[in-house]
């Protein structure tokens, strides 16, 4: 759905649409525009698996990756009645701590 609003309002923007968990093929792109000088601007879903693979890119490309719309105010303005608990909070954890302390765009 972000994908379809952001082409709608930005029609020639080079954006890129994992569907999901990155693929080897998205990957693969990923790194070549890395490879070739390219910033990565990522956002996700703030809930614990957006926030997982959102780290996972940021562990993959620290130098390139910048997080877009991915602050207190997109969470403060995301929040849902959703209670985490086992399993799902459970993934919180595997977030490094480097996470929290980067330089956060809007």
Avoid at 28 to 37: F, T, Y
Avoid at 77 to 106: C, P, Q
Wanted: hydrophobic share 40%; with cysteine; aromatic share 12%.
């Amino acid at each position: 759905m972000l994908y379809s609003s952001l082409l709608d309002q930005v029609p020639n923007a080079p954006l890129i649409c994992t569907h999901g968990q990155f693929k080897l093929a998205a990957l693969q792109l990923l790194d070549q525009l890395v490879r070739n000088g390219c910033t990565i601007y990522y956002s996700s879903d703030l809930d614990p698996e957006g926030l997982r693979m959102a780290n996972r890119l940021y562990n993959r490309y620290p130098n390139s990756v910048h997080y877009w719309r991915m602050d207190v105010t997109a969470y403060e303005k995301s929040l849902s009645e959703v209670h985490l608990n086992g399993e799902r909070l459970n993934k919180l954890a595997s977030i490094d701590d480097v996470f929290y302390n980067l330089y956060w765009i809007e």
